[in-house]
């Protein structure tokens, strides 16, 4: 019987392989074909992603130069928008009385948001307005019931002080964040406002605020939206806010300043900005088709010939993601977000009649498809996949300006936004290029819409007042919840980090030993970055832990 096996199984195998082992030469047979499998087919497509890669590299490099000159040329000429908008401070009337102001509502949306609640409404109604010119909103979509208790317990305590308040719940979160604001704006007293502030839950306004945003309204008919910037009260919580605030920095002071300069478009922040309603009604209103209702409302508004500012001295607080899990929800959200509304808007940004050639080459080419594709996927193929692959293939040389000169600049540019934290440069990249894995992931599910989680919606988990009482009591807020650090380490590991980061380091080990071009040097120092996230040493411990 076992002889009839062996028979039946020796004779699958191909005479040439028995022939070969025969004579001892397998070996030799099977290097011959590993160099032809090389020649043939590897060393070709790695060449091709190469280019590719290269020619995305080049892609990235022109923008953020660009952008550069444009800023320079802003700061020379002082083209401010109060220079290149009529701005006049509103007066009171003596005759008119408060009817000089315009009717304002202010809209709080939130979701069980516990810790932050009491400081986004406080600060909401502490807004320096006429009192009767003015309707705070807070949109409550808040499924535990003791938040939602506290909420409007809250709400109500503000509306016993003359405040005019209103406490809105659905019976459902359909739509999320955008069907909370859509159903908002349905209630019958927002007919009498002409304009709407838009606070996410940590956010926190001075009060000033209307009254340096408003008046680019009232003179300039032609403006739809007004956005302010952020202000981060968490910046220095922990390395990984701290480079957070380096992107957020560059992307409010370079992207939104020359979006609003060169093409009055850019992308509303989703907060901390004011509405015109004529124009949020005209481009169609909110809508839930991305997980970037922001993004959407401004494409379409702009489509409208709406024209949007960005004033960057005015300044409003938030929070940053302090916690890892926290900020990679996030960042899927913003990756696959604008991918997939890409992919739904193209062909109506390429068709509409009311914008020039000149703003749909910007938001088409350089505000979706370099920004919100090409930097993902560009940055996590060159430099983690295709440079540590690069090691073992000799024969394939990457220019050293690619290499070097390209990401130095583009790394040196983004860092003078933020430049007491230009030290941390070396973090950033490689944090930076950890993300990317993320955001490449979460893009391609947006432009393919593959997955379950192309519409997913997770509310960023926030520390409020938790962060407010360590300031005041010097309590380094790093140490906020040290409650359960070993316990839920197996929730921390990250796979995808620490498979990637296993690759990256296989590769530096090769290239230690063959190699000659020093890539190990930058390669250890990605798999340590890999590693780190991985085993969910980065950003603090959940403060619900």
Same mark, same amino acid.
């Given at each position: ?18 022939? /070969? ?63 290149? &908008? ?24 939130? &979701? ?18 006429? *009192? ?83 008046? &680019? ?88 010939? /709406?024209?949007?500012? %960005? ?53 088409? %080419? ?34 050293? /300006? ?54 997913? /919606? ?35 590991? *990250? ?51």
């Amino acid at each position: 019987m076992i002889d009839i096996v062996h028979k039946d199984w020796v004779s699958l195998i191909p005479d040439t392989l028995l022939e /070969w082992t025969k004579n001892g030469d397998i070996t030799q047979e099977l290097g011959i074909l590993w160099q032809q499998l090389r020649v043939l087919c590897l060393i070709p497509f790695m060449k091709f992603a190469v280019y590719v890669c290269l020619t995305m590299s080049v892609m990235l490099f022109i923008e953020p130069v660009y952008m550069a000159i444009v800023i320079l040329f802003v700061k020379l000429t002082g083209r401010k928008p109060e220079k290149r &908008y009529k701005w006049e401070e509103l007066k009171d009337d003596v005759e008119a009385g408060n009817s000089n102001y315009p009717m304002v509502l202010v809209q709080i949306p939130m &979701y069980n948001e516990k810790e932050v609640y009491q400081l986004s409404i406080g600060a909401a109604c502490a807004l320096s307005w006429p *009192s009767d010119r003015i309707i705070i909103q807070v949109l409550d979509d808040s499924t535990d019931p003791i938040v939602k208790d506290l909420v409007e317990v809250e709400c109500q305590q503000w509306a016993s002080k003359g405040i005019n308040i209103k406490y809105q719940i659905r019976s459902n979160r359909e739509g999320y964040k955008a069907g909370a604001l859509k159903e908002g704006l349905k209630h019958k007293y927002v007919d009498m406002c002409e304009f709407v502030a838009i606070f996410d839950a940590d956010f926190q306004p001075d009060p000033d605020f209307l009254y340096k945003s408003i008046p &680019y309204f009232v003179h300039n008919p032609e403006i739809g939206l007004v956005q302010a910037r952020w202000k981060f009260v968490n910046a220095n919580t922990c390395l990984m806010t701290r480079v957070q605030q380096m992107s957020l920095n560059y992307h409010f002071k370079v992207e939104q300043e020359v979006g609003s300069s060169a093409y009055a478009f850019f992308g509303f922040n989703g907060t901390a900005g004011v509405w015109r309603i004529l124009a949020l009604k005209e481009a169609g209103g909110w809508k839930d088709r991305t997980t970037v209702e922001d993004m959407d409302l401004s494409v379409r508004a702009s489509l409208k010939g /709406w024209k949007f500012v %960005y004033v960057g001295a005015i300044l409003v607080k938030s929070e940053l993601p302090s916690t890892f899990k926290a900020f990679r929800f996030q960042q899927h959200r913003w990756s696959c977000g604008p991918a997939n509304l890409f992919r739904k808007m193209v062909m109506e940004i390429i068709k509409s009649q009311r914008v020039s050639l000149w703003k749909k080459v910007h938001v088409i %080419y350089s505000f979706f498809f370099v920004r919100k594709i090409i930097a993902h996927t560009g940055t996590f193929l060159f430099y983690c996949v295709v440079i540590p692959t690069c090691v073992f293939f000799p024969e394939i040389v990457i220019p050293k /300006w690619a290499l070097l000169y390209i990401p130095a600049i583009i790394t040196i540019l983004n860092a003078l936004e933020t430049p007491r934290s230009m030290h941390l440069v070396v973090f950033w990249v490689l944090f930076e290029n950890v993300m990317s894995m993320h955001r490449t992931k979460g893009t391609l599910i947006g432009l393919f819409e593959a997955g379950g989680r192309v519409n997913e /919606w997770v509310v960023t988990e926030k520390i409020g007042d938790a962060l407010l009482k360590s300031k005041e009591n010097n309590i380094p807020a790093i140490k906020l919840s040290k409650k359960s650090k070993y316990s839920d380490f197996g929730d921390r590991l *990250s796979l995808l980090e620490l498979g990637m980061g296993t690759y990256i380091l296989m590769c530096a080990c090769y290239d230690v030993v063959f190699g000659k071009y020093w890539l190990f040097i930058y390669l250890f120092g990605q798999t340590i970055a890999f590693y780190v996230t991985g085993f969910g040493y980065v950003g603090t411990l959940s403060s619900h832990s």
